[in-house]
């Protein structure tokens, strides 16, 4: 009765394996070919021979400040994004508001609009209030994309905080702000950071936001560089994939540093 429970146990892990080489090639052929000097991308070696750092030196001088504007705009929206949800979440967890369900529903509705509207929606917008090509205007609309699934995060982790736990800071003298920063704000500390995590990969790869709301490179985050670069360089393709490289470096550490909080953020709501 082993065998067969033991050969089963083989094929999955052989199948979970080949699966995962399957959906990892392209992140392989992406940095193999950013290792490799002065190559097309048609005679690209399966295993690099001579490795080489030229083309993320040619990433680096072209693309860093797009990549460190990135990080300003994706940390800014971080910013941004929780110091919305996080009061809107408390309020539809913990103050019983006639219509709350619906108002979750609305919010989940919200991401289905497509985001070309938005965008354009946006521009007129922005265009008189003199926000265009600024870093102020591409925080606020990269934040408005996590706000939806962090707003619904959140409230579904505070609605599992027993209220006796609000209700006796309450007793003891504390206003619902105090209550929300001293208490429901620390305990919260899983749901903020994968809402955080997600709201800042959702800015880190946003490219319809950088391209439509931007007519110069005075604001030009990674993705649209990338766009620029690949039209630019489209011979070059060991410097864009170096690009790439780079670009999906600090969410790829993001990942591994806030995973086990992720799991908590998202498991913790569903438990009560």
Not at 10 to 33: D, E, R
Not at 85 to 112: D, E, K, N, W
Request: with cysteine; proline share 4%; net charge neutral.
């Amino acid at each position: 009765m082993k065998r067969p429970s033991s050969l089963r146990g083989a094929w999955n892990t052989t199948a979970a394996l080949l699966i995962l080489g399957f959906l990892l090639f392209p992140v392989y052929w992406m940095l193999n070919t950013a290792l490799q000097p002065d190559t097309s991308i048609t005679a690209t070696e399966w295993f690099p021979t001579s490795l080489s750092l030229s083309n993320f030196d040619a990433a680096v001088s072209s693309q860093g400040r797009s990549l460190l504007t990135s990080l300003v705009v994706a940390l800014g929206a971080v910013v941004v994004c929780l110091a919305l949800a996080a009061p809107a979440a408390y309020g539809l967890a913990q103050f019983g508001l006639r219509g709350g369900r619906s108002i979750v529903f609305t919010t989940l509705i919200t991401q289905m609009v497509p985001g070309i509207v938005i965008a354009n929606a946006l521009y007129s917008a922005y265009a008189e209030l003199g926000l265009v090509n600024s870093y102020l205007g591409l925080i606020l609309a990269d934040a408005s994309l996590g706000l939806p699934f962090s707003i619904v995060l959140l409230r579904a982790f505070m609605v599992s905080i027993p209220g006796e736990v609000v209700e006796a800071a309450l007793v003891d003298g504390a206003n619902r702000f105090t209550a929300f920063t001293r208490i429901v704000f620390p305990m919260s500390r899983n749901a903020l950071i994968t809402a955080g995590l997600f709201t800042f990969l959702f800015a880190w790869s946003d490219f319809m936001f950088a391209l439509t709301l931007n007519t110069t490179d005075d604001v030009k985050p990674i993705t649209l560089g990338i766009y620029q670069f690949v039209g630019a360089h489209v011979s070059d393709w060991g410097a864009v994939m170096a690009t790439a490289v780079l670009s999906a470096v600090p969410a790829a550490i993001l990942l591994v540093l806030a995973q086990k909080y992720i799991a908590a953020g998202i498991s913790g709501g569903s438990i009560k």
